[in-house]
């Protein structure tokens, strides 16, 4: 069975942009999350989608956005760029909610120069 | 609000080595507790979950155990191997996943 992919794996960005992130969780699962990971600690919730609604949100601005689609795939946006954006984006999938297992995909590094 | 710690930042021992990984977080009301190994640049790997109603969890040559009442979990490896160099970090769940800083492990052959 496929694992949590991830889209692109590598990006590099101007400040100022906005920029579009794509995860495709485990086949079944209906739950996703979004992690920022800044090098050298560990990663930050951003978000959690289940069943198609915004479930959890972290300490992120309104910059941050995401949305899951009807066959569980997600999509992170970030707007107006900062180079404090750059950072490993993590994606994770879950069967539902709180008590289960996260599988995370291999992220997508993100450069903002 | 949640704060999970992770002691020690770092830690290089011999191979064949048992060692203890330490997790601690300041709120007891969780879900549960998750172990995970990152390689340079990878992504996370679970290792092991643990739910509030237990005590410990095994696979292979690893044991997780959670005290919710003192707020610490521990990371057993036994006979370690060079293969076993990565960074492992614990999350706890709450209302939101809550990750500690993880320990840099290099096990010297």
């Known amino acids: 069975d496929a694992g949590v992919t991830q889209s692109p794996t590598h990006l590099i960005k101007t400040r100022g942009q906005q920029v579009t992130l794509r995860c495709s969780p485990i086949?079944?699962?209906?739950?996703v999350s979004w992690y920022q990971q800044v090098l050298g600690q560990g990663p930050q919730f951003i978000f959690q989608?289940?069943?198609?609604?915004?479930?959890g949100r972290g300490n992120f601005p309104d910059r941050f956005s995401a949305r899951q689609f009807p066959n569980y795939s997600s999509e992170l946006n970030v707007n107006a760029l900062l180079l404090g954006d750059s950072a490993l984006y993590l994606c994770?999938?879950?069967?539902?909610?709180?008590?289960?297992?996260?599988?995370f995909g291999p992220g997508t590094r993100l450069t903002v120069t | 609000k949640q704060e999970v710690t992770q002691i020690p930042a770092a830690l290089s021992v011999p191979e064949g080595e048992n060692l203890v990984l330490n997790c601690s977080f300041t709120?007891?009301?969780?879900?549960?507790l998750q172990w995970f190994r990152q390689d340079p640049g990878k992504g996370l790997t679970s290792l092991l979950l643990?739910?509030?109603?237990?005590r410990e969890q095994t696979s292979g040559r690893l044991n997780a155990s959670l005290d919710k009442s003192s707020g610490r979990s521990t990371l057993y490896i036994a006979a370690s191997q060079p293969g076993d160099s990565a960074t492992y970090l614990c999350?706890?769940?709450?209302?939101?996943?809550?990750f500690g800083k993880g320990t840099r492990l290099h096990i010297l052959p």
């Open positions: 989608y289940y069943e198609k609604e915004e479930r």
């Open positions: 643990i739910q509030s109603s237990q």
């Open positions: 709120d007891s009301a969780i879900y549960n």
């Open positions: 086949s079944g699962h209906k739950s």
């Open positions: 999350a706890v769940r709450d209302d939101k996943i809550i």
């Open positions: 994770a999938s879950s069967p539902g909610q709180r008590l289960y297992e996260q599988y």
